[in-house]
């Protein structure tokens, strides 16, 4: 969050920064900015702040983002298209590899400038291209064979977008991205929502809304 921040301060021309002001912008409090950032060896300098390039600089590194990392697509459906043509991916130093799918009639085709693969050829590529993260787009019930496939290949960390948990073996990184469970979680807070002006009519005042 600090670096989407800082991202966007430098491209308005911005050059100091104080620690209240990137707390308001990432709306926490001062002092856990302060302890964030003191991991990074950097204290700012009183009065004055942070100098926002330099800051930028050495959460980059921390985040190992001060080289490009190229990553494969495994499923080239709708959402991995969709995924390969993000701009974001390339601007943040993650290059795509290579897409890879198992059916006949998207292999051969272009997505977001990269030729799809039979899946047959990702240990080639991963291995040739020097790749270690993976992105898994499939269907659910084709997510753990693509898994087992990235872990053979030689990827040690896997971005799973497949709406299924999978398993692999320790060593290997998994961040699963739940787009339906976020949902689920903003419709609870609807519902909580709700509620509460129904009880706040029913009790003619006003209600406290409940999160949790």
Same mark, same amino acid.
């Given at each position: ?17 104080? #620690? ?33 390039? !330099? ?33 974001? /991916?390339?601007?943040?130093? /993650?290059?795509?590899?290579?897409? !890879?799918?198992?059916? #006949? #009639? ?32 499939? @269907? ?16 040690? #960390?896997?971005?799973? !977008?497949? @709406?299924?948990?999978?398993?692999? @073996? ?35 005042? @006003? ?6």
């Amino acid at each position: 969050m600090y670096l989407q921040i800082l991202n966007g301060l430098i491209a308005d021309g911005t050059e100091q920064l104080s #620690s209240d002001q990137l707390a308001a912008l990432a709306g926490v409090n001062a002092a856990k900015v302060r302890k964030d950032l003191s991991y990074l060896g950097s204290y700012g300098t009183r009065g004055v702040g942070y100098d926002v390039n !330099f800051l930028t600089y050495q959460i980059q590194r921390e985040l190992g983002l001060n080289h490009d990392w190229p990553i494969v697509i495994v499923g080239a459906g709708n959402l991995g298209q969709a995924l390969a043509n993000y701009g974001g /991916f390339t601007e943040r130093g /993650f290059s795509i590899a290579g897409v !890879f799918d198992t059916d #006949s #009639s998207k292999v051969g085709g272009v997505v977001g400038g990269a030729r799809v693969r039979h899946l047959d050829d990702l240990s080639q590529v991963v291995q040739s291209k020097n790749v270690s993260i993976g992105v898994l787009a499939t @269907p659910g019930e084709a997510a753990q064979e693509a898994a087992n496939r990235l872990v053979r290949a030689g990827v040690g #960390s896997i971005l799973n !977008f497949a @709406p299924v948990v999978i398993s692999v @073996p320790r060593g290997v990184s998994v961040r699963r991205v739940d787009l339906a469970g976020e949902l689920q979680i903003l419709s609870y807070y609807e519902q909580r929502r709700a509620a509460n002006a129904v009880a706040r009519e029913a009790a003619g005042g @006003p209600a406290r809304v409940v999160s949790a």
